[in-house]
């Protein structure tokens, strides 16, 4: 059947339940109350409050990335790192709401049409060349391009952007895609119709950037180990190893690096919620997601916490139906 007719775009609220040590340190053990009187975590607890010592956040996924690369990405775990290591034109800040990152501000058109964004100068990729306007222009005109074979590319952007649906389908070139490089650091969006969450939706992962340079040097090989990634963010990926983890470092050369306190982020895979809840109670890791056959066990532990998670949900609706299909 044709392609949809209709996006929808679901903001979904959802509780996890973790236990989390009040600091991120990576040495503090979580234990059963939240103490730190395993062999001298007290110590190592008082050098992390001081901020003489490294400050390492060691976690756990329960799967491996498959991809790093923002046109092929599909699951939450690559949008969550993705996140940790790229700036967009908007980030999410706190409440979930856009705030700027790689651009500064923006406009938009009488007619709600034309968004004119204006970049900053002091953003870098991680190989130490600027991050510009042609930066986005060619990861979305890739993300479009049916050769690239991108999942939510013709999804995010068509019916949004001018042209992605024709590109998608493979009727006009990419380089037909509304989006503009005026100079280095001005980016022009024509949209297909006036979008009024438009930049809302430059926080999710498909809209991120490339460096069109390094992306054509790493060829296939791109996005699929630490050493094929470039990043404008505030972490780099320096190891990844497949199945087992990956770790994260702070990007001493990100234009907000001051506000990134963290300078390790170290990243476990782990399937089994008792797995991880025995790492916790080890002070092997400072955090862990629980199963509800934990959380009455834990519910009373002072490490105990309810947090809300974003998700983005795509919903296709054909025409005549009544319920949409999840995507």
Same mark, same amino acid.
């Given at each position: 059947?044709?392609?949809?007719?209709?996006?929808?775009?679901?903001?979904?609220?959802?509780?996890?339940?973790?236990?989390?040590?009040?600091?991120?340190?990576?040495?503090?053990?979580?234990?059963?109350?939240?103490?730190?009187?395993?062999?001298?975590?007290?110590?190592?607890?008082?050098?992390?409050?001081?901020?003489?010592?490294?400050?390492?956040?060691?976690?756990?996924?329960?799967?491996?990335?498959?991809?790093?690369?923002?046109?092929?990405?599909?699951?939450?775990?690559?949008?969550?790192?993705?996140?940790?290591?790229?700036?967009?034109?908007?980030?999410?800040?706190?409440?979930?709401?856009?705030?700027?990152?790689?651009?500064?501000?923006?406009?938009?058109?009488?007619?709600?049409?034309?968004?004119?964004?204006?970049?900053?100068?002091?953003?870098?990729?991680?190989?130490?060349?600027?991050?510009?306007?042609?930066?986005?222009?060619?990861?979305?005109?890739?993300?479009?391009?049916?050769?690239?074979?991108?999942?939510?590319?013709?999804?995010?952007?068509?019916?949004?952007?001018?042209?992605?649906?024709?590109?998608?389908?493979?009727?006009?070139?990419?380089?037909?895609?509304?989006?503009?490089?005026?100079?280095?650091?001005?980016?022009?969006?024509?949209?297909?119709?006036?979008?009024?969450?438009?930049?809302?939706?430059?926080?999710?992962?498909?809209?991120?950037?490339?460096?069109?340079?390094?992306?054509?040097?790493?060829?296939?090989?791109?996005?699929?180990?630490?050493?094929?990634?470039?990043?404008?963010?505030?972490?780099?990926?320096?190891?990844?190893?497949?199945?087992?983890?990956?770790?994260?470092?702070?990007?001493?050369?990100?234009?907000?690096?001051?506000?990134?306190?963290?300078?390790?982020?170290?990243?476990?895979?782990?399937?089994?919620?008792?797995?991880? $809840?025995?790492?916790?109670?080890?002070?092997?890791?400072?955090?862990?997601?629980?199963?509800?056959?934990?959380?009455?066990?834990?519910?009373?532990?002072?490490?105990?916490? $309810?947090?809300?998670?974003?998700?983005?949900?795509?919903?296709?609706?054909?025409?005549?139906?009544?319920?949409?299909?999840?995507?």
């Amino acid at each position: 059947m044709k392609k949809t007719n209709w996006l929808l775009l679901v903001l979904a609220l959802v509780l996890s339940m973790f236990l989390a040590a009040c600091s991120g340190g990576g040495n503090e053990s979580g234990g059963d109350s939240g103490s730190s009187d395993n062999g001298g975590d007290s110590e190592n607890t008082e050098e992390q409050s001081s901020g003489d010592s490294e400050q390492v956040l060691n976690i756990t996924d329960s799967a491996e990335i498959p991809t790093m690369d923002p046109a092929l990405a599909t699951d939450a775990v690559a949008f969550q790192f993705l996140g940790s290591t790229m700036d967009g034109l908007y980030r999410l800040g706190e409440g979930g709401k856009p705030e700027p990152a790689i651009a500064k501000d923006h406009e938009v058109s009488e007619d709600a049409l034309t968004w004119t964004f204006n970049l900053r100068e002091d953003a870098t990729w991680s190989n130490g060349e600027p991050v510009t306007a042609n930066d986005f222009v060619y990861a979305w005109q890739r993300a479009v391009n049916p050769d690239t074979g991108s999942e939510y590319g013709p999804y995010m952007m068509g019916g949004v952007i001018k042209n992605a649906t024709a590109i998608a389908d493979g009727e006009t070139p990419p380089e037909e895609l509304g989006v503009k490089a005026v100079d280095d650091y001005t980016l022009e969006i024509t949209l297909e119709k006036p979008i009024p969450y438009f930049e809302s939706l430059t926080t999710f992962g498909t809209f991120l950037p490339l460096n069109q340079k390094f992306v054509e040097e790493q060829g296939e090989d791109f996005a699929l180990e630490a050493e094929t990634l470039a990043s404008n963010g505030p972490f780099t990926m320096t190891e990844w190893n497949h199945g087992e983890g990956w770790t994260l470092e702070k990007n001493e050369d990100y234009w907000d690096a001051e506000a990134v306190k963290l300078d390790k982020i170290n990243v476990s895979v782990v399937k089994e919620t008792s797995t991880g $809840v025995n790492l916790y109670q080890s002070g092997d890791i400072d955090r862990t997601a629980l199963s509800a056959e934990f959380v009455d066990q834990y519910r009373s532990n002072e490490d105990f916490q $309810v947090e809300k998670r974003t998700y983005f949900v795509l919903l296709e609706v054909q025409p005549g139906e009544r319920n949409p299909r999840k995507r």
